[in-house]
């Protein structure tokens, strides 16, 4: 007999997250080929771009051209990050199955990253939720430098889990706790997640972690021993927030997947195929991904060699 695997929902943010801080702007028939690649893997979840100042983000300014052209794989949904609601109607025009909404917990980073104050980007998110109260989009919220800001250090966790609480007024039953520069460890991951947990027990609350410091991985342990079952990862490990110092990649999908599997859990995402999209993914960028399992090969390949 075997046991049923717990799964843990994944969300693909390479074509967001990671493409928005490469200095080469990456084609949009390439970025619709690669989505359309990523589609086959069975993500629960792909960040497709993002509908924000075409200014701000050169790199993902084609975002409606490839919420157009992509193939939708029904069961995956297709997400955008809209910081406005200008952003938003855009989106929704789009057809995005989901908004992504972001807000940062740290003042100094909410205006770097949004032109703005935390309450004036609530303002917004109202706004936001009546535009989409008539559609078949569903919200998330994200709350950036949820474990620590480098323009503000400490973030209390009082103020993040304030923050949950503002968006679980607004109707949003979904919502990811980013640490944006990896400054998260896996104790004080286990704690924020747990307080966020017992605090709101009808928000899914997920995990969206960069490896700044080597501890991505670490903090996705320490997260599932307190039940978080969702989490962003990025492909080949890139990404970054242009708008905060020192940023750099997300946990790569490809470890996390590998670890994952190993402990037993199902992602739904198949490694080895996955892996075998890291080339084009390289080409498209120009340079050498991240990440160990890409370059290692998974336990299992070896095992079989
Ligand atoms: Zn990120």
Redesign the pocket.
Known sequence: MTATRKRIELTE?VMR?GLQIEPAIVPTDTKVALIDQLSEQGYARIEVSSFVSASAVPALADAAEVFARIRRRPGTVYSALVMTPRGAARALAAQADELSLVVSASEAHNRANAGRDIDTSFDGFAEIALLARDTPATLCGAIAMSFGCPLEGDIPFERVLGLVGRYANLGVRSVSL?D?TGMGYPTQIAALCEAALRRFPDVRIGL?L?DTRGLGLANVHAALGVGIERF?A?LGGL???PFAPG?SG?ICTEDLVHMLELMGYDTGVDLDTLIALRPALENAVGHALHGHVGRAGPCHRLARA
Request: hydrophobic letters at 25%; proline letters at 0%; one cysteine or more.
């Open positions: 943010v997250d980013a944006t969206h960069h962003d990025s990404g970054g927030c940023a997300n």
